[in-house]
């Protein structure tokens, strides 16, 4: 993949992470015993549901550029964006196997996208 191509990419997994991180404080935000009415005016579920959305649109758009098997190992690395963002914006922890895992992540994303 070109570089524009893969940037972009990398954009789209980064909005999924984000968008994880929405879900989770949506989450958050629902009462113990949540009502309809408290999922429909769920402003983190409406902005991680509309988050998604768009990056759907860009993953489409991607893989009419890309071959799957080239832009589809990028989404691993979500697998170690996610738990970073947690632990920065959330303050959840972060262990040594997340990160050992996150590394072993991103030398197959390296191997599989060349």
Not at 15 to 24: N, V, Y
Not at 91 to 96: A, D, L, R, S, V
């Amino acid at each position: 993949m070109n570089l524009p191509l893969s940037l972009a990419t990398l954009l789209c997994v980064l909005c999924i992470a984000i968008g994880q991180l929405l879900f989770k404080k949506a989450a958050m935000a629902l009462p113990a015993n949540p009502q309809i009415l408290d999922w429909v005016t769920n402003g983190w579920l409406f902005a991680s549901l509309a988050l998604y959305g768009l990056t759907t649109l860009g993953w489409v758009w991607i893989l009419r550029h890309a071959p799957l098997h080239l832009a589809y190992p990028f989404m691993g690395l979500a697998f170690l964006i996610v738990p970073l963002l947690a632990w920065l914006f959330l303050g959840e922890p972060i262990g040594w196997r997340t990160l050992a895992g996150g590394a072993l992540i991103l030398a197959g994303v390296a191997l599989a996208s060349r």
